[in-house]
């Protein structure tokens, strides 16, 4: 172990003074950091804006929240005691037990002792002449660490539009990202809900049942693939848990984990068998039904085939054809915007206490005291949801004033985009890592174990520096500047930039326009991580300072 490594496992929260390390949230991402942190026998301190682990699995608890990947893919595979011990109950976890599974991990891996919660960091200023960062918090801390690691997540930093009136409003209002923990109550309500993404997709179908009317304001429709969510079988769990491993291999050079990879063109089949393919994986249900064909991301043909289907679908379940319309999309290619897994969505339009509104053609033009105001009139409400989404990728991280060499701000670096290296390191800010940072695949992943991914990369870069002496790590800008123009070039030659998403920062007033995650693949993105690693880390500087 290096001199600049601390020898001792640290047992207690610093909440001043120095460490070797300050993480940034527990959820998955951040108590797998500070776990192999450990391992390393740094000294971590963990700071969460919550009360408790989980990130964004313990501020979203609106009903009907369930995660949008199959539960037993969506958990750590870091240790296979957990994975054979943990059984999960439904193929689409709900996210009281998805809060229940972290807690679990942070309890039988002794992690709380070293979180703070709480406490949100509001700023991260690079030391040059000691090599540290200073780190402060709003409940006051003042703490320095030679490494500071965003753990911060992907989608964790809620966005309200700037509706006007918004103040005046008399009844309740409740955005997704911060449910109140008691529940809510709609029975007797009439309940407005503004945003039909995979957030508003989940909860209109649950809030239509408690609402005495349910109105949704919907700008965009979204494509919503059934979950067809069921208990898990005994069997069929134990046939996972005996292949744990092997599936997991497969998962992490491939990406798609349970879901075989598509090898046909939808443009090559004919149309009989399309539509026979199509039908079974809508019955199939879940988001695999992206996987259907090897180019529904690529070929606008074949995008528009599956656009058709579903289509189709919506047509044969919705009753009232004017409203069947208006919840078809027809300007961006299926997956463009991440596909929605529902259950009742489209069946819900078809009961009486619930009104599609339609806010592209008659846009929301203020909040009045008793409801929302459209262009073409007013909509008495009692209560107000917001399910509007995220500043993804880059709010959180910019939420926090980080700033590196010679001062210069993150917020001012990126002021064009979230130039970085591999989603986890920026030039001229030395000993910064991100988790999951924009240019990974991060969430066009099984997110958790891009996260394992990243976490061992960064582990293994700093058992590196132990054993070289370093201390001081900081990629160089040229393999920023290649690795910005290769996520790009990945993401043009799919169809996905093509929507006005979150995944190009078009939900968010005044952001770049750039695309950020990287779409190559977690398999081709792991064999350049591991490349990076094996060449010496030739992309970067180190020093001894
Ligand atoms: P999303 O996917 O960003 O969806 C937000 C929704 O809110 C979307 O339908 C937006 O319409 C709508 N929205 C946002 N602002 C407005 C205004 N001003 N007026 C009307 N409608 C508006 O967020 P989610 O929380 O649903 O999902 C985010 C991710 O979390 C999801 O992909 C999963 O990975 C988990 P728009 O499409 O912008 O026209």
Redesign the pocket.
Known sequence: MSEHFSSTLHTGSDHSGQVDAVVVGAGFAGLYMLYKLRLLGLRVQVFEANADVGGTWYANRYPGLRC?AESVEYSYSWSEDLQQDWCWSERFATQPEILSYIRHVAERFDLRRHIQFDTRVSSAVFDEARGLWQVRTDQGNAISARYFIMASGC?SSA?L?S?EGLETFEGDCYH??DWPKAGVDFRGKRVGI????????QLIPVAAQQAEHLYV????P?YVVPARNAPLEADYVSRIKNDYVAIRAVARQQGLGLYPRPTESAVEVSPETREQTFERQWSVGGPQFMFTYKDMLTNKEANQYAVDFLHRKIRSIVTRPEVADELCSHDYPVGA??I?VGTDYYETYNRDNVSLVN??KS??ERIVPKGIRTRDGDYALDAIV?????D?MTGALLDVDIRGLGGRRLADKWAAGPQNYLGVSVSEFPNFFMITGPGSPS?FSNVVLSIEQHVDWVSDCLQYMQEKGWSRVAVKEQAVLDWVEHVNQVANSTLIPQA???YVG??IPGKPRVFMPYVGGVGPFRKKCDAEAESGYASFEFSAV
């Open positions: 949008d989608l966005r539009p509706f997704t990202v503004i945003g039909t993404g995979s957030t508003g997709v304001f919907q700008r965009t979204a915007k991440r929605c806010v592209r846009p929301i917001f399910a509007t989404g995220y993804a969430v006005n998403s979150w078009a939900n």
